[in-house]
């Protein structure tokens, strides 16, 4: 788990890993900047960022045993910039076993988490427990029908067979990619609804910078021509609870209304 966690981020220090992270930061930005509540937490991969836009007044960065190097930086940068404290950082030791009480959190965001985790399933009935009625998980990962993903797929099957020696893997060796359309069966097993979902980064699987500018035209082409093969997907899904139905601060008493008069025979 480790090398398969140092591997991602010497990747995304790489020209396409950078041109990556650029997509997804403007993704997570704009999803999680009109989300209220009061709790929210990014759940591993700290080259992102992604609840700076956010306005909830607890926000956490939860870390795997690993990456306590980073975590001390982390701390270390917060007391040196004298911001105010608005970004706890918590050590978890596994995404699957959060240390939060049901129904506590407003907002949980999944930056390739579940490609990372050893049991992404557990990781997503541990999302729905910590959320709260209503609650959104915002969800980034690999797509592996995309010309990036049908490059990696095809690296490692050479190498399975032994067939060109050591894999040219063009994306890191962490984990097993999960499909969009996987995912979206695993959210409403669990009762999410899907809200908003959406690709991105179309050129082609290239690693120089040079080569990656001059396709740049790729980016607005594939959002328009073929959408669903972008080289990431970026899901934004809310918890629906059944038979529960949340009721609105009641502004207004509501009148009571009055019998309708009932007319009196005269005998003149």
Known sequence: ???????LTDWFQTPPGQYLLGWEQTQFD???????????????????????????PHRWLALPEELQSLLAQDVQASE???????????????????PFPAASLDLVVLPHTLELSADPHQVLREVERVLVPEGRVVIS??????????????ARL???????????????????????????????????????????????AIKTDKWLQRTAWM???GARWWPIFGAVYFVVAVKRVRGMR?????????????????PVANRR
């Open 141 to 154: 990962g690999f797509n592996p029908g995309s010309l990036w993903g049908l490059r990696q797929g095809r």
């Open 158 to 204: 050479s190498g399975r067979l032994g067939l060109l020696g050591t894999p040219n893997l063009f994306l890191p060796e962490a984990g097993d990619f999960i499909g969009p359309w996987r995912l979206r069966d695993w959210l409403r097993l669990l009762s999410f609804e899907v809200e908003s979902d959406r690709f991105g980064c179309y050129r082609p």
């Open 219 to 221: 980016d607005r082409a």
């Open 80 to 98: 040196t910039s004298g911001a105010p404290q608005r970004m706890r950082v918590a050590l978890v030791t596994d995404a699957a076993a959060l």
């Open 1 to 7: 788990m480790t090398e398969n966690l140092t591997g």
């Open 30 to 56: 704009l999803a999680v900047a009109d989300l209220f509540g009061y709790n929210a937490i990014q759940l591993g991969l700290p080259e992102l960022q992604t609840l700076q836009a956010n306005r909830m």
């Open 246 to 262: 949340l009721l609105g601060p009641a502004w207004k008493p509501r009148r009571v209304a009055s019998p309708a008069p009932v």
